[in-house]
């Protein structure tokens, strides 16, 4: 066999675009390729990113014990009420417990924790292993339910069993589930009532909109899952509509609940000056107050005012620039190009680990030709293409982030752990710092310069 | 020794799981590649766990068996994803680690890789296959036993004599690998360091980026090993049946020393006699002046130490290492606490101020911290949560370090590493005794009441 080095496989070829008008359509969707690299996860991580959030359950990962310990407290999700979501659960399964069952332990596991923590709500992820051991964690979990009187919800996360988006969806019915155990859905609705959809509080986003929809008179009942208890999510029938941001991980629970309790809802996005203003609009159309929407225009304007003075400086200093961006969600990305565009920077590179085919169509739309798609990509395509492209910045996951720096190029951190809010208006500001300090710093300088060999 | 508190349930992990051990061993052994045999999740969530620590780009590739293969093998996607490895990054060595899900549907990979190799007369690739179920035992074992496998890869039957001295680096980070080069050197004995990370996890920055990181033990270096004149193995609590060296003595008669960390100055003392000892060489000058120059230090920071009371806790040897420096410093060890089973913990280390627990978790050292009362906690992140909520200084060694950055700079082994880890060891304690001292004492001593105290 020839040993060659080449930067893409064959069979990537179809997941790899370059922009122009009537191009096809990406191939998207699909299992990662085997030996690739691929930046993906698994089922269980997809689950868990839906449901790590809320804040008063208890989240045991019945597995062994790797799949608990490299997800133990790395999401920036904060809570304004129970740390229990914070702790990391694992019936750390050994080979006895392979050979024999897990089921006795998972059982045992429970009864402990409402012993001692005595949640309301009790999650259990089935991981790779316990998928093929075949555990029946769903009567488990039932058995639990029945003797303590509490929610005890199956997830079926077995990583192998499909993709991070599967995760997704057996997470989404979780969280029906936990509906249903609620109280009957309210007669009469605050026609200002709603929850939001695929937002996580992550570094406190949930709380800076919060205010906007205080200011605005809205009401948010809760996010799903930022910041989010047991109780509130019991109460979410009774909103009048929903609002979706990640729509990857959250739209099949909009459509379950369209379904369930016939409330509608609409996709949202509050990354950036446009979409945030755009956003806050729909939201205020969707509340069919005349009084919110006329709050909402001035808060609009005046926040708008306020946030272009700030950004002006940053636009200044980062116009320009070009971008390479490979995040998680395609919904991510979009935002992502029309900010860049905010700052003047141009996108040359965009990939998705997830993306949808509607969502890919969206990127084509919004991108310049000869701009580079990729789907599902690995660090070899990555390498190439922000090399080719001449990318002063990539945007993506904590894993991407030692590839930029040794390609001697910016980096943004766009990813569920981070540290610093990045939506609503307040977010647009930390979003173009975060840019400017990175593209900005003398440290590139120091990069290009001629090194020792300088004369 | 005391265990966990809970029984069926390990409750924020302080171990991970075997291959996280075997990528980590790999990735000090020149020009290979890692290829997981599993679901897509666990190599991810490695990489992302070492990528964050090393702040270097680590590649570990997946064969992403999805349902299908779990159902009826993943031989095929085995062999397609060795076949993408080699095509996308033309190693020199592919390690095959399997996970959990490999081993529990039973894949006997090294018949895999053997029918792989008699279909495609590969001849300058070696493709070693190592089991390393997740469930099995900790990334502590999974890193011996994949280099023993490595090194018993490469064995030969009849070995040819030599001078050298094989070392066995456990937990070492590529700055102390590299402080133990430099002794070797000031010896003037070669080292068969195994595995060398020193350059592949501590890369520099260079114009041209290579996606297998330069340096790494050598295969000519492993398969030395067996005629080499001594093994020195940097694991005292390590189990037989991992151990890199005693297979080389098992089977070639290699004398093996085996010893804790050089950490300290007991722990360096005993690695410097050892050489001596071997190779019939007097002690460098120069280390002489290093050890003098560290006792000065001791003795000048002796009485600061005397009030540390310190949590230890991470992998067993790098504890264990680091609890000899606390007490030959007079700083006591009252917790010391590891999550792999090392059963010798409590052998080497048993004092009646401490209190020593294995195979334990974090929820449990949480517990007995807010009994104790350490006033220092020493060990790698996975600490934060405790130093977050009791506000006890954490000083980061060992690993994961991912809420800090320099872990792969951080030197601990050798007479100036050592006396530079006391010293921030010993600042800490004194910031701890500065820091409002003048309030405190004026609160506990001025007599405000006007002689009540002794009326
Ligand atoms: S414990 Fe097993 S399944 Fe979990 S990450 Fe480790 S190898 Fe994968
Ligand atoms: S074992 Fe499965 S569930 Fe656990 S991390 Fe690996 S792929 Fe995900």
Redesign the interface.
């Known amino acids: ?1 020839k ?5 893409a ?1 064959d069979e990537r070829k179809e997941h790899i675009l370059i922009n122009k008008s009537g191009s096809n359509a990406i191939k998207c969707d699909q ?15 997809g689950a868990r990113v839906v449901l790590n959030p809320i804040t008063d359950a208890v989240h ?1 990962v019945h ?11 790395i999401r920036g999700s904060l809570s304004s009420g129970s740390e229990n979501f ?10 006895k ?2 050979i024999f069952g897990g089921e006795k ?1 998972l059982e ?2 429970i009864a ?2 409402v012993e ?1 923590v005595n949640p309301k709500t009790v999650f259990v992820y089935s ?3 316990v ?3 075949g555990d029946d964690i769903e009567a488990v979990c039932k058995e639990a339910e029945k003797k303590y009187s509490i929610k005890v919800i199956p997830v079926q996360s077995s ?4 993709s991070k988006k599967d995760g997704y969806k057996a997470a989404c019915n979780a969280i029906i589930s936990l509906m249903d155990s609620g109280s009957k859905m309210a007669d009469i609705k605050d026609k200002r009532s709603f929850n939001y959809l695929g937002e996580f509080n992550l570094a406190g986003e949930i709380w800076i909109l919060g205010r906007y929809f205080n200011a605005l008179g809205l009401k948010l009942i809760t996010g799903m899952t930022g910041d989010s208890s047991t109780e509130k999510l019991k109460k979410a029938k009774d909103a009048s509509f929903n609002i979706v941001q990640c729509a990857g991980s959250s739209i099949y629970l909009a459509e379950q609940m369209k379904e369930k309790y016939q409330i509608d809802y609409e996709r949202v996005s509050f990354f950036g000056i446009d979409d945030t203003s755009e956003s806050l609009r729909k939201l205020a159309g969707l509340s069919k107050d005349e009084k919110v929407m006329e709050k909402a225009e001035a808060f609009i304007n005046l926040m708008i005012e306020e946030t272009r003075g700030i950004l002006k400086d940053y636009k200044n200093r980062c116009k320009g620039k070009k971008v390479a961006i490979y995040v998680g969600g395609g919904f991510k990305a979009i935002s992502l190009i029309k900010q860049f565009n905010e700052l003047g920077m141009e996108t040359v590179m965009v990939g998705t680990q997830t993306g949808r085919k509607e969502e890919y169509e969206k990127i084509k739309e919004l991108s310049n030709e000869g701009t580079v798609i990729l789907d599902d990509t ?3 395509e990555l ?1 190439s293409f922000i090399k080719e492209k001449g990318a002063d910045l990539l945007v993506g ?3 991407e ?3 930029a ?4 190029i910016a980096f943004i951190d766009h990813n569920h752990e981070r540290k610093h809010p990045l939506c609503g208006y307040e977010g647009a500001v930390n979003f173009a710092k975060e840019v400017d300090i990175t593209v900005n710093s003398p440290v590139w300088d120091l ?1 290009r310069g001629g090194g020792l060999d300088e004369k | 020794m005391k265990n966990k ?9 302080c ?3 075997m ?2 051990g075997g990528s980590l061993a790999f990735k000090g052994i020149e020009n290979s590649m890692i ?1 997981m045999h ?12 070492m ?2 620590h ?14 299908n ?2 159902v009826h093998g993943g031989s095929k ?2 062999k ?11 190693p020199k060595i592919i390690g095959v680690l399997t ?3 490999a081993e ?2 039973g894949e006997d990979i090294k018949r895999i890789i053997d029918e792989f190799k008699n279909k ?3 001849t ?2 070696d493709i070693i296959p190592v089991s390393t ?4 035992a ?1 990334h502590y074992e999974g890193f011996f036993h994949t280099i023993r496998s490595i090194i018993e890869y490469y064995a030969v039957d009849i070995p040819e004599k030599n001078e050298k001295i094989n070392i066995i680096a456990g937990d070492l980070t590529p700055a102390d690998i590299r402080e133990l080069k430099r002794i070797g050197k000031l010896f003037d004995v070669d080292f068969n360091l195994i595995p060398d990370i020193s350059d592949t996890l501590d ?1 520099s ?1 260079q114009e041209d ?1 290579s ?1 297998i990181p330069k340096g790494g033990t050598t295969i000519d270096q492993i398969k030395s090993m067996s005629g080499a004149k001594a093994t020195i193995e940097l694991a005292l609590l390590l189990e037989d049946k991992y151990s890199p060296g005693m297979f080389l003595e098992e089977k070639y008669g290699v004398k093996l020393y085996k010893m804790a960390m050089p950490i300290g100055l007991q722990g360096m003392d005993e690695f410097v006699k050892t050489i001596a000892m071997i190779t019939g060489k007097s002690i460098p000058e120069e280390l002489k002046a290093e050890r003098e120059r560290m006792l000065d230090g001791m003795i000048d920071s002796h009485k600061y130490n005397a009030e540390g009371k310190a949590l230890i806790y991470g992998n067993p040897e790098i504890t264990y290492s680091i609890t000899r420096l606390c007490s030959e410093n007079g700083i006591t060890p009252l917790i010391v606490a590891t999550g792999a089973r090392a059963k010798a913990l409590n052998r080497y280390f048993n004092s009646a101020d401490s209190l020593v627990m294995n195979d334990v978790d974090f ?1 449990t050292i949480h517990s007995e911290v807010k009994r104790l009362k350490p006033n220092l906690l020493i060990g790698n992140s ?1 600490g934060k ?1 405790i130093w977050e909520k009791e506000n006890i200084p954490l000083i980061r060694v060992g690993f994961p370090v991912h809420d800090h950055i320099g872990a792969q700079r951080k030197l601990v082994v050798g007479y100036t590493g050592s006396m530079g880890f006391l010293d921030e060891i010993t600042n800490t304690l004194l910031d701890l005794k500065h820091k409002g001292y003048r309030q405190r004492l004026y609160d506990e001593l001025y007599d405000k009441s006007g002689g009540e105290k002794y009326a």
């Open positions: 066999m040993s060659e080095k080449s930067f496989l299992n990662s390729v085997s030996g690739a690299v691929s930046q993906r996860a698994c089922v269980y991580c045991i597995g062994p014990i790797g799949c608990a310990s490299y997800t133990w407290d914070r702790n990391s659960f694992s019936t750390d399964l050994q080979e417990d392979i332990k045992l596991a402990e924790i001692k991981t790779c292993v998928g093929v051991i990583g192998f069993a499909g690995n660090p070899s390498e996951g904590v894993k982030r030692p590839l720096y040794k390609l001697g990069v | 508190n809970y029984t069926n349930m390990n409750v924020n992990p171990k991970m799981c291959p996280m290829l599993g679901s897509q999740g666990c190599a991810t969530y490695i990489r992302r766990h990528a964050t090393y702040n270097e780009p680590v590649d570990i590739a997946s064969s992403s068996l999805s349902e293969q779990t996607n085995l397609h994803g060795i076949k993408n490895v080699i095509k996308l990054y033309n996970t959990c899900l529990t549907i495609h007369p590969i300058e690739v179920p997740g469930y099995g900790t890369g920055f980026y996606k929820e996975d949560f």
